[in-house]
C-alpha cells in the first residue's frame, strides 16, 4: 500500500472517532447517545487503526509490521463491534450497569479525557437509527471494510515507492 493510502484509512478512521464525539456531545433527534464501555473500546480500535496507518505511513522499514497491527486492531474493533450488535439484538443479557464501565473509567485516560474514553451509557440501549442502523451497527460494517482492505493490502505485492 502506498502512503497516501495509509494516510487516507488513518484519518477515516479518526474522523469516524470524531463523529462519535460529535454524537455524544451534541445528540442526534434529541437523544443524547452516551458512550457505553463497549463503544470505548470500539474507539480504542479505531485510534490503534489510525495510530499504526499512521506509523506504517511515516517509517518504511517497519511499514509491515505496522499493517499487521493495524489488521490486529481492525480485527479486534470488529470482535468487539459484533459483540454489541449481538448485545442490541438481546438486550435481556445486559444487566443494568455494567462491571465493564467501572473497570474502563478507572484507566487513567477516562479520567485525563472524559469526553473521548469515559463510559456512560448502557450497551443494550437502543438509540435512534443513523440511516438505518444502530451506531454499533456502523461500526461493525466499518471495522469489517477497514479489516477487509487492510488484509487484502497486507497480501497484495505492493509496488515499489
Known amino acids: 500500500m502506498k502512503r497516501s493510502q495509509y ?9 469516524l472517532v470524531l463523529f462519535a464525539v460529535i454524537l455524544q456531545q451534541m445528540g442526534y433527534q434529541g437523544v443524547s447517545f452516551l458512550p457505553c464501555p463497549l463503544c470505548i473500546l470500539q474507539r480504542v480500535g479505531y485510534l490503534g487503526i489510525a495510530l499504526f496507518c499512521l506509523l ?3 517509517i518504511s522499514p517497519f511499514r509491515k509490521l505496522f499493517h499487521g497491527f493495524a489488521i490486529l486492531a481492525a480485527g479486534y474493533g470488529a470482535a468487539v463491534a459484533g459483540h454489541h450488535v449481538l448485545l442490541l439484538s438481546h438486550p435481556s443479557e445486559s444487566c443494568g450497569i455494567d ?3 467501572t473497570w474502563i473509567n478507572q484507566f487513567r485516560l477516562a479520567n ?3 469526553w473521548l474514553f469515559k ?3 448502557l450497551c443494550s440501549a437502543k438509540l435512534p437509527a443513523i440511516l438505518g442502523l444502530q451506531v454499533p451497527e456502523w461500526s461493525l460494517v466499518w471495522f469489517t471494510v477497514l479489516l477487509l ?6 497480501f497484495r505485492k505492493s509496488p515499489t515507492e
Do not use: M, R
Not at 7 to 15: N, Q, R, T
Not at 149 to 154: A, K, P, R
Open 112 to 114: 485525563n479525557l472524559p
Open 119 to 121: 463510559a456512560d451509557g
Open 7 to 15: 494516510l487516507f484509512l488513518s484519518i477515516f478512521s479518526l474522523s
Open 99 to 101: 462491571p465493564l464501565e
Open 149 to 154: 482492505v487492510l488484509l487484502i493490502t497486507f
Open 56 to 58: 506504517a505511513a511515516g
